[in-house]
Nanobody
Framework: QVQLVESGGGSVRAGGSLRLSCTTS????????MGWFRQAPGKEREFVAG????????AHADSVKGRFTISRENAENTVYLQMNSLKPEDTAVYYC?????????????????WGQGTQVTVSS
């Protein structure tokens, strides 16, 4: 079992920045791929970013490329999502995800573990 706990959400004006954190427990962190999804009201949950267990491979959705960056610190069992140049359309609940591979962690149906979610609200 893997437990995921997100933090760092909040409210910010357009153009601002936030950093989300997800701390894991229960399984060797450096053997699992990690990622972030988000879900806006009335919309489906969508992939945002993923990172391999080594941190050597990352993937970002086109909608966030150049603005968001995923990273991980295996010594702290933590994955981060740095979000810059935030837009109102980034408003959503952001979920931390864990899976066996970066391919799996970028696919909604293949994610093995989810966090409880953290709200990000961007005002214009």
């Amino acid at each position: 079992q893997v437990q995921l706990v997100e933090s760092g959400g909040g409210s910010v004006r357009a153009g601002g920045s936030l950093r989300l954190s997800c701390t894991t427990s229960g399984r060797t962190f450096n053997r699992i791929a990690m990622g972030w999804f988000r879900q806006a009201p009335g919309k489906e949950r969508e992939f945002v970013a993923g990172i391999s267990w080594s941190g050597g491979n990352t993937a970002h959705a086109d909608s966030v490329k150049g603005r968001f960056t995923i990273s991980r610190e295996n010594a702290e069992n933590t994955v981060y999502l740095q979000m810059n140049s935030l837009k109102p359309e980034d408003t959503a609940v952001y979920y931390c995800a864990a899976a066996v591979s970066i391919m799996d962690v970028s696919t909604l149906a293949a994610v093995h573990y989810w966090g409880q979610g953290t709200q990000v609200t961007v005002s214009s």
